[in-house]
T-cell receptor, first 114, second 115 residues
Framework: GAGVSQSPSNKVTEKGKDVELRCDPISGHTALYWYRQSLGQGLEFLIYFQGNSAPDKSGLPSDRFSAERTGGSVSTLTIQRTQQEDSAVYLC????????????FGPGTRLTVT | AQSVTQLDSHVSVSEGTPVLLRCNYSSSYSPSLFWYVQHPNKGLQLLLKYTSAATLVKGINGFEAEFKKSETSFHLTKPSAHMSDAAEYFCVVSYGSSNTGKLIFGQGTTLQVKP
């Protein structure tokens, strides 16, 4: 079956612009996670969705970052007024249920802020 | 704070020799532990997972890891390295009590395999 997909695969934006990153999880997976992979910080948790609600947003680095999930499926991560330090690979993962263990990762979106 | 430490940022082995990638975790609870692999320009793939069943866990591609509670370790091993094993390896922990399932990643170990 289809895995987790993310779009775009690459995004170059100018400092100060807003960007939206999309994640399509595996069908039927209720838990969805966003992570960020950067050279300086490694892989960091950003936010977790159970269905359409986000009980854990503790990893969002600032109020410029927000995310939503609709229909228990697609999720969008939005970064407002992008800064150069936002440059990273943004990874989405899904799981059949929270705490199930294995998470299935998408290929990521590489964001470059110039 | 809950964390995971990978003791080597870079490991280099010759093809056909054993692989050892070291990982220690800190935890107040019984953790679930994972090893993920990331090949260049590819997504993260699960190698194996420990979830309090057998302490010796076998994964894909001949990898295995042993959970040692007394040492708070979860080292990854493989008897004989292949060229295709060259990749970035992440030791990962997830905690059980108020488990959202979020993963905490180690800093990664780059495995180089020389011919």
């Amino acid at each position: 079956g289809a895995g987790v997909s993310q779009s775009p695969s690459n995004k170059v934006t100018e400092k100060g612009k807003d960007v939206e990153l999309r994640c399509d999880p595996i069908s039927g997976h209720t838990a969805l996670y966003w992570y960020r992979q950067s050279l300086g910080q490694g892989l960091e948790f950003l936010i977790y969705f159970q269905g359409n609600s986000a009980p854990d947003k503790s990893g969002l680095p600032s109020d410029r970052f927000s995310a939503e999930r609709t229909g228990g499926s697609v999720s969008t991560l939005t970064i407002q007024r992008t800064q150069q330090e936002d440059s990273a690979v943004y990874l989405c993962a899904s799981s059949p249920e929270a705490g199930a263990g294995e998470q299935y990762f998408g290929p990521g979106t590489r964001l470059t802020v110039t | 704070a809950q964390s995971v430490t990978q003791l080597d940022s870079h490991v280099s082995v010759s093809e056909g020799t054993p692989v050892l990638l070291r990982c220690n975790y800190s935890s107040s609870y019984s953790p679930s532990l994972f090893w993920y692999v990331q090949h260049p320009n590819k997504g993260l793939q699960l190698l194996l997972k420990y979830t309090s069943a057998a302490t010796l866990v076998k994964g894909i591609n001949g990898f295995e890891a042993e959970f040692k509670k007394s040492e708070t370790s979860f080292h990854l091993t493989k008897p004989s390295a292949h060229m295709s094993d060259a990749a970035e390896y992440f030791c990962v922990v997830s905690y059980g009590s108020s488990n959202t399932g979020k993963l905490i990643f180690g800093q990664g170990t780059t495995l180089q395999v020389k011919p």
